[in-house]
């Protein structure tokens, strides 16, 4: 069963977690100039994907910012952040005013077209704690995302993410959720994805 949402600001998620859209949450203009910049002056680089026990590489590229020496760890890979640019720190700051949190590291994934893609899984690491906010922001062409129940593998959300949009998951979405960009036949171009994360400090 499969369900395609037009969601904006209301609950996508029947259940047990919540996760909001915001479209045009960054003006066509702004969106635009970031779009450019990223694609543009972000050294991207294609990690290993050590899914299905056999190395191989990952079908898109990304990058790694956040605070000085944090690290990011996650299916058997470990990243350490590149310092804060002048354009990630500005929309940071614009998320965490809106949303009221905090962040302290941004994963950026590179979708070239729609031959590249991100298989199903949960932002659920223990370095993020048991209930992240998560803060996912869209720049370039609109790209389907969907979410499935963890255990039970449906019900399937499915909701378009386009430029300039931003997409918050918060309370339980990670423990029951799972999510995915899957790929596509349809010419699309190129999409630049922002994932904001708070990394909890050892103490």
């Known amino acids: 069963m499969q369900h395609l949402i037009d969601a ?29 910049y990223f694609k543009s002056d972000v050294s991207w680089i294609q990690e290993p994907d050590f899914g299905l026990d056999k190395k191989r590489m990952q079908q898109r590229l990304t990058a790694f910012f956040g605070e000085q020496d944090l690290e990011y760890s996650a299916a058997g890979l470990t990243i350490k952040a590149k310092s804060w640019t002048s354009p990630l720190l500005n929309i940071k ?16 994934n ?50 378009e993410l386009d430029h300039g949009s931003v997409l918050l998951m918060k309370m339980q979405t990670q423990e029951h959720w799972e999510h995915r960009v899957p790929k596509t036949t349809a010419l699309v171009g190129p999409r630049i994805n922002l994932t904001f994360k708070l990394i909890l400090k050892k103490e």
């Not at 904006?8 to 960054?26: K, M, Q, R, V």
């Not at 614009?94 to 949190?101: D, G, N, S, T």
């Not at 077209?113 to 199903?120: I, T």
Request: hydrophobic fraction near 35%; aromatic fraction near 16%.
């Open 8 to 36: 904006d600001h209301h609950n996508i998620l029947p259940s047990h977690g919540e996760a909001l859209l915001f479209p045009d949450f960054f003006s066509p203009q702004e969106s635009n100039l970031y779009f450019d």
């Open 110 to 159: 590179y979708y070239r077209d729609g031959k590249d893609y991100m298989n199903w899984h949960r932002d659920n690491e223990h370095a993020i704690g048991a209930y992240p906010v998560i803060v996912s922001v869209s720049f370039g062409s609109t790209r389907i995302f969907q979410f499935r129940d963890y255990k039970e593998k449906i019900p399937v959300v499915s909701l």
């Open 93 to 108: 700051e614009k998320l965490e005013a809106k949303f009221e949190a905090s962040f302290n590291v941004c994963l950026l």
